[in-house]
């Protein structure tokens, strides 16, 4: 049985690329942890996990109810979020003893760190800081990613509104290639996230109601990529439809796993940067087949786009934020709210309980009966996945024509140690 938690405060921050609901996750952390009896006041590190390093904390106890329920329609990382991975306590010890004596000094003894694989990495090497270095902290990792690969958890919060945007996008930009395409753009390539796992390329498949809808091509990280298929495939739609529309991942890649966009550096993760897949493909196509083309990346639009959010997704993001305060409360330990669909025709979910060991650094991938046979296209096991995942909608307030968000007066905490700590 889990020993009852003392009475302290809490740590929250947010890490890697935003979603445009990982801030209703903030408002679940808050809004549970002003209710909760064990949880004083809730620090956010500005800029992630850079701010516990950096001692640059906000007051949240500052921010009025309104403005923290505000968070709920408003996209970006309302505390700032970073990408910045902690080594292992054997590579930089200096890092470690720095948070503790960071949590020492504003009596945190609650972990809260919102973000993806890596963030649960993170959260994962926080969590042992009591068994390592005799500082008891509690970490609970909340989880976040359009990409939607975070093992366990069915589906991961941020993800079913980027869905719905690709979807809906997708559509939408199809509608005007068919309709200028005897004279005009016969090719259309979007280009959408996902460097690993193709899960938000396979929500563009979503926006195809009947035979000879786009998209007429998708292409995952998970098959590899052949051009001479690829481009028979583009010659044949286009003959028949009078126009060929794609949805690609970013991470498309040639059989020796090469990317088609390899941009040759790297992230601040270690990742590879890719440099656009789309015009790559269709200069290809143009090259190869000599079709007019056009080509598009959402990038950071269809992250942000909070207008669009799917209610369904909305409403998860806010759920594991509460969770992870009942799960902290509960005394529990380097574990992560996960999302669990419940069986049934009816599509219901509900919070389970996933433990970081088991999520950190490991990547769930778009299954093989996902993807059509020819590897172009999605299945209808994928749609019965997918679908649920984009229901709602879930409209932001508006003001004078533009979504509202919330202003927020990210109150710093006054410093208690000397000294400056550099990166």
């Known amino acids: ?37 064990v949880i004083s ?6 800029n992630g996990i850079i701010g516990a390093l950096l001692e640059d904390l906000i007051d949240t106890s500052k921010e009025s109810k309104s403005a923290i329920a505000a968070l709920k329609h408003t996209p970006g990382g309302a505390f700032g979020s970073c990408r910045y991975k902690l080594k292992s306590l ?17 009596d945190i003894g609650y972990f809260f760190y919102n973000g993806g694989g890596d963030s649960a990495d993170t959260c994962l090497k926080i969590s042992q800081l009591a068994e390592t270095m005799g500082y008891p902290i509690q970490a609970i990792h909340v989880p976040k ?17 980027v869905a719905k945007y690709t979807a809906v996008s997708i559509r939408e930009a199809a509608l005007d290639v068919k309709s200028m395409c005897a004279t005009s753009t016969k090719v259309f390539v979007m280009e959408v996230m996902g460097r690993h796992a193709g ?18 091509i998708i292409l995952f990280p998970e098959i590899a990529f052949d051009q001479g298929k690829f481009l028979n495939k583009v010659d044949q739609v286009v003959k028949k439809n009078g126009y060929c529309v794609i949805a690609v991942s970013e991470g498309a890649r040639y059989k020796d796993g090469t ?37 598009a990346v959402p990038d950071y639009l269809q992250r942000s786009a909070r207008h669009l959010a799917s209610q369904v997704d909305l409403e998860q993001a806010y ?8 799960f902290a409360e509960a005394g529990h330990n380097a574990v992560m709210p996960a999302i669990v669909r419940s069986k049934g025709k009816k599509y219901s979910w509900s919070i389970g309980e996933a ?43 508006y003001k004078n024509g533009l979504p509202m968000r919330a202003n927020l007066k990210l109150t710093p905490v006054a410093k208690k140690l000397k000294g400056k700590f550099e990166l």
């Not at 054997?90 to 504003?106: G, P, T, W």
């Not at 939607?148 to 993800?159: A, M, Q």
């Open 41 to 46: 006041k809730v620090y956010a590190g500005r």
């Open 145 to 161: 990613t359009v990409d939607n690969d975070l093992p366990i958890t069915d589906c991961s919060p941020g993800f079913g509104s």
């Open 90 to 106: 054997e590579q930089n010890r200096r890092e470690y003893q720095r948070l503790i004596e960071v949590f020492r000094a504003h």
């Open 319 to 326: 759920a594991v934020g509460r969770a992870a305060v009942q």
């Open 259 to 295: 990317f088609l966009a390899d941009a040759g550096s790297v992230d601040a993760f270690g990742h590879k940067q890719l440099g656009g897949v789309a015009p790559v493909l269709a200069q290809m196509v143009k090259d190869k087949l000599g079709y007019k083309y056009h080509w």
């Open 355 to 397: 433990p970081l060991a088991k999520v950190a650094n490991v990547e769930k991938k778009m299954p093989r009966n996902f993807i059509s046979r020819d590897g172009f296209g999605i299945t209808q096991a994928a749609r019965d996945y997918l679908s649920p995942l984009i229901q709602g909608e879930a409209v932001p307030p």
């Open 199 to 216: 899960w938000i390329a396979a929500a563009a498949g979503l926006a195809q109601e009947q035979d000879g809808d786009a998209p007429h």
């Open 1 to 37: 049985m889990a020993k009852k938690p003392a009475r302290r405060n809490a740590f929250y921050a947010q890490s890697g690329g935003v979603t445009s609901v990982i801030n209703a996750s903030a408002a679940g952390v808050i809004e549970a942890a002003r209710e909760s009896k």
